[in-house]
């Protein structure tokens, strides 16, 4: 039979090019999974307990705003944490209902990245931000007991990212 004049469709199977792309998008459901599901199941299952005057706080994050190489699926996840704050500061009022957006903040999630690498990463990035340095952990810690603890804000997004989105 040939394929001389026809369209060819190839879905992701168990072997050959067709399992990269199925992996590459089990990675992708997987990030989206740990960022946004925890969240959702986390506020279904807390909400009938939460006091009225209680408060929920998410980890948004800078790639919602500013746009990195292939960052995109990580890009969408955190601007659905963004948009998903937004929605549960009314559906859930009143309690509020806000998200952190960190930039880049330095966490044991960056150990992946080998120690030189990421130490030299650190001192550029710090040097062309407008905060002149990276996030420590300290900053966030702030960020989320200034929204724990202002009864007046709901719906936001706290950008605790040293000025990034906006170079
Ligand atoms: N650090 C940054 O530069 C940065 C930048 C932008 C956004 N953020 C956002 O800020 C948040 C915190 O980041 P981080 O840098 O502090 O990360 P981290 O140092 O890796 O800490 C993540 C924490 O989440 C827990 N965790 C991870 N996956 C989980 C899962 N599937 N179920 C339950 N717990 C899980 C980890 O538990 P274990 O310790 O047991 O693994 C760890 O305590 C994340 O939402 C991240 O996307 C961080």
Do not use: C
Not at 40 to 55: C, I, T
Request: proline share 5%; charged share 15%.
């Amino acid at each position: 039979m040939s394929l001389s004049g026809k369209r060819v469709v190839i879905i992701g199977a168990s072997s050959g090019i067709g399992l990269a792309t199925a992996l590459a998008a089990a990675e992708a459901v997987a990030n989206i999974a740990s960022k946004i599901l925890g969240p959702f199941y986390a506020v279904k299952h807390a909400d009938p307990r939460l006091s009225q005057k209680g408060s929920i706080t998410f980890f948004s994050g800078v790639a919602a705003w500013k746009l990195f190489p292939n960052a995109s699926v990580v890009s969408a996840a955190n601007a659905a944490l963004a948009a998903f704050a937004r929605s549960l500061a009314v559906e859930l009022a009143p309690i509020r209902v806000n998200a952190v957006s960190p930039g880049v903040v330095e966490m044991p999630s960056w150990n992946e990245m080998p120690e030189e690498e990421r130490n030299a990463f650190f001192e550029n990035l710090g040097k062309q931000l407008p905060a002149r340095r990276i996030g420590q952990a300290n900053d966030l810690a702030d960020a989320v007991l200034f929204l724990m603890q202002n009864r007046f804000t709901t719906g936001t997004v706290l950008h605790v990212d040293g000025g990034h989105r906006l170079i």
